[in-house]
């Protein structure tokens, strides 16, 4: 078979999406660099179209055993390698409680071909929060599995439509054309319509499965396969025009770089720009000055080993991070020692095993043996092993989480639907129940606890100041602020917020009390998870983040006050971040300890926006209790008398929440008027 000539511009092209991937991985430079993946679908169609197309010329039949041998040879060796060293890694410097069993979860999905499946089920891409896609080295793995699984799909239906037309002239090729683009119409709509969705009856996160999903994904691959058919029919009327479109795709294609907001659905409408221009520019092809440039030597050696370095940074990052959190020199090495590992595996891993069009069929069974077996035997053995054999026990204070029954009052997964919870989240005496709805009107006091992920050390801490004097309803969503304002790309917490307002109504509480963790809405990088502009825009500047947070706030409280309901808000502890040993204890590094803060550091660190509720509150007369107060003396500590007083390095255990039940107390009395002389600290964690 004559397969498609090699083009040095695809190999630029592969070039440039790792190197676009790589900058937004370790520096978020671009913004938008996440598109290269999209860069590398569009590649593959073309590829993938222009074997397929010249086998039918040749042999006029389709060889999917031989076509899926080829994908074997060129993918399966450099993934089990990695994943190998990976696992190996793991074992080593993982800690053993959540990473090694997540990761070896992670390697036997992507050695099944099925990553973005399981990565679909347990976190989004650019979900801030738990669990943490950027703990996982074997995240990127996601589009891989895409890959393949599209590699399982076409030739089958290719050789099908061959086989069936064989009598009908032309068939094939019109038949496989209909296909193309019904099929393609189909999967961007179902890409945008879920993006766009916040439910779906069949499935529970949508914008998820848009990203993750093949078929989502398949009009990528798509434009591929109709660049690759405008190639073919091309000759002379391909070439005129060719530099103007060469050179107007490059400027959308960067363009979209830097536009395309991570916060925002993907990969349909907005991943319609770096796709077509893709696919733009595979027709204008080498001679133009855009295909020149993407020619050049350093871009095509960089573009055949790809493949290599896209396999081997997200590791190199994600391990250099647990072993040297801050340091900001991890992203360079990461990066850069990558591309080395990558050239490594090109000249000894991948290249000599590629050489030569066939493999003897034992040959090829033995590396495929190997390349699946050797990875999914050593993931079984360090999720075995990080249970049974070199376990290490984090310290007990750690899983001290605030009392039974306050996780379910808290929608943690940025993709869970706003379900009212029925029961086990309103606390009388201290206690909750499965019969005692949230809403229910029941003539007793209620004091409602709203917030994020920072309201259950809070409502802990409010369970037992109130006592018995009042019951307490909990209600919080992770990533969402009770607040007039929402983080961007986040509709949900809009929906979350306006049902939270609809539940004050209903209880008419004698006090609200506020928990945000705050400064995690202020930064306006990419990736984070900042408070948004109306119209669902990124704020300019931090000094811009606040001003929006502030007037959320005023908002809040202006409508708690037109009620007559007294507000406290509880501002976040002092936020300990990646310095918090947990998830980093591991069989080289087993013992839980960290260094103090200066108080005075910590103040100046949240001076801004402390300082900017304290005024709100003020003006609005609200209480304010800052955990800092009570928390801290001349240094800050996440430790006290003995006892580990945070569960991870943002939020309060049962022993953190103990503290500041008296700041509290005082708060709930100055603003309500109520609660004085209640059961106080003694009942925390009952």
């Given at each position: ?293 993407l020619s050049s030597p350093a871009m095509v050696w960089i573009g055949d080993r790809s493949y290599g370095w896209y396999l081997w940074h997200w590791p190199a990052l994600v391990m250099g991070r647990w072993l040297w959190p801050d340091r900001w020199w991890v992203a360079a090495i990461g990066a850069g020692g990558s591309l080395a590992v990558a050239a490594a595996s090109y000249r000894w891993i991948e290249q000599p095993i590629r050489r030569g069009r066939t493999m003897a069929p034992r040959r090829l069974a033995a590396l495929c043996v190997a390349g699946f077996g ?313």
């Amino acid at each position: 078979m004559s397969g498609p000539r090699r083009r040095s511009d695809i190999q630029g092209l592969r070039a440039l999406a790792v190197l676009v991937v790589v900058g937004y991985h370790a520096a978020a430079w671009p913004s938008g660099g996440f598109v290269g993946v999209d860069i590398f679908f569009v590649i593959s169609g073309f590829v993938i179209a222009g074997v397929l197309l010249a086998e039918t010329d040749d042999r006029r039949s389709i060889n999917v055993g031989a076509f899926l041998a080829r994908r074997v040879r060129r993918l399966l060796p450099a993934l089990a390698v990695c994943i190998t060293v990976v696992l190996g890694v793991t074992a080593l410097v993982g800690d053993t409680v959540e990473s090694q069993p997540s990761i070896a979860s992670t390697a036997l999905a992507a050695v099944g071909l099925g990553a973005n499946l399981h990565l679909y089920r347990h976190s989004g891409y650019f979900d801030p929060g738990e669990p943490d896609p950027a703990r996982n080295p074997l995240h990127h793995t996601w589009s891989l599995s895409v890959e393949e699984q599209f590699y399982l799909l076409v030739p089958t239906v290719a050789a099908l439509l061959v086989a069936w037309s064989r009598r009908r002239s032309g068939a094939a090729r019109r038949a496989a054309l209909g296909l193309l683009v019904v099929g393609s119409l189909a999967s961007f709509a179902a890409a945008w319509l879920l993006g766009a969705s916040t439910s779906v009856p069949v499935l529970q996160a949508p914008g998820r499965a848009a990203f993750y999903g093949m078929p989502t994904r398949i009009w990528e691959f798509g434009a591929g396969f109709a660049a690759a058919l405008l190639v073919r029919r091309g000759g002379r009327a391909r070439r005129r025009g060719s530099t103007a479109v060469a050179s107007a795709s490059l400027v959308a294609l960067i363009a979209s770089m830097w536009w395309i907001d991570p916060a925002l659905p993907f990969p349909a409408p907005s991943g319609a720009v770096p796709v077509l221009a893709t696919g733009l520019l595979l027709v204008a092809g080498e001679a133009t000055w855009v295909g020149r440039a993407l020619s050049s030597p350093a871009m095509v050696w960089i573009g055949d080993r790809s493949y290599g370095w896209y396999l081997w940074h997200w590791p190199a990052l994600v391990m250099g991070r647990w072993l040297w959190p801050d340091r900001w020199w991890v992203a360079a090495i990461g990066a850069g020692g990558s591309l080395a590992v990558a050239a490594a595996s090109y000249r000894w891993i991948e290249q000599p095993i590629r050489r030569g069009r066939t493999m003897a069929p034992r040959r090829l069974a033995a590396l495929c043996v190997a390349g699946f077996g050797a990875p999914a035997a050593l993931a079984f053995a360090v999720s075995f092993g990080a249970s049974h054999w070199w376990r290490v026990d984090e310290p007990l204070d750690w899983y001290a989480f605030p009392r039974a029954g306050l996780d379910r009052c808290i929608i943690i997964n940025r993709d869970m639907p706003n379900d009212l919870p029925t029961g086990r989240c309103r606390y009388r005496n201290g206690a909750s129940s499965a019969s005692m709805r949230v809403d229910e009107q029941s003539g007793r006091p209620v004091v409602a606890v709203l917030g994020d992920r920072q309201v259950d050390g809070v409502a802990e801490a409010v369970i037992a100041a109130v006592g018995d004097r009042a019951d307490v309803v909990v209600w919080g969503r992770s990533g969402c602020p009770f607040l007039a304002a929402a983080p961007l790309g986040f509709p949900r917490c809009t929906q979350w917020q306006g049902q939270a307002e609809h539940l004050i109504d209903l209880l008419d509480p004698v006090a609200v009390v506020i928990a945000n963790d705050t400064p995690t809405y202020l930064d306006p990088a990419v990736g984070e998870n900042v408070i948004a502009v109306p119209n669902d825009r990124r704020p300019s500047d931090p000094r811009a983040a606040l001003a929006l947070w502030t007037r959320g706030l005023a908002s809040t409280l202006d409508r708690l006050a037109a009620r007559r309901i007294p507000a406290v808000v509880v501002q976040p502890p002092p936020a300990w971040g990646a310095a918090f040993p947990r998830g980093r204890l591991s069989p080289l590094r087993p013992q839980a300890a960290m260094s103090d803060v200066r108080r005075s550091d910590v103040v100046r660190d949240r001076g801004p926006w402390a300082a900017a509720e304290r005024s709100v509150a003020a003006r609005h007369g609200a209480s304010v209790v800052d955990p800092v107060d009570v928390l801290c003396g001349a240094v800050c500590s996440a430790t006290n008398g003995g006892h580990w007083l945070y569960y991870d390095g943002f939020h309060l255990n049962r022993f953190g929440a103990e503290a500041v039940v008296p700041a509290i107390l005082e708060a709930l009395v100055e603003s309500s008027g109520q609660f004085a002389g209640s059961t106080g600290p003694d009942d925390v964690g009952g």
